[in-house]
């Protein structure tokens, strides 16, 4: 039977494939029977009675799993923004350090200049 067929394809996990199928009776008494998977046939890297267990060979070796990535990528990001807002507060200090700069030269250069006025009206 087809449909049975078709069960015993389904049975096997992550690509592996059925390549023992067998009919099994359900009861004595019932006429009725199901095809069962016996032997699944897996592909690398995984294992196990249905391809269910994944192991550390050809997948890791290749591949760099995102657990690991992540490991690696999210102090990078965490460096990256606190030279970011180091940079930002730093040329924000500046900036407002260069304008007191410039405001206390204009201050002063105008009080030369009203000190300038006062003694050119005493004259």
Known sequence: HNWQWKSCQR???????CSECLLVRLSASDNTSVARC???HCY????GDRCEI????????????????????LPLMALLVLIAVGLVLYH????????????????????????????????
């Open 11 to 17: 049975h096997c996990f992550n690509d592996g494939f």
């Open 38 to 40: 016996t032997q699944c």
């Open 44 to 47: 690398s890297p995984f294992k």
């Open 54 to 73: 994944r192991t550390g060979e050809s997948y890791e070796s290749g591949v760099v799993s995102t657990s690991k990535a992540m490991a690696v990528i």
């Open 92 to 123: 924000r200090h500046r900036h407002l350090r260069g304008r007191s700069r410039e405001h206390r030269i204009i201050y002063n250069e105008e009080r030369v200049d009203m000190d300038s006025a006062s003694v050119a009206n005493e004259a």
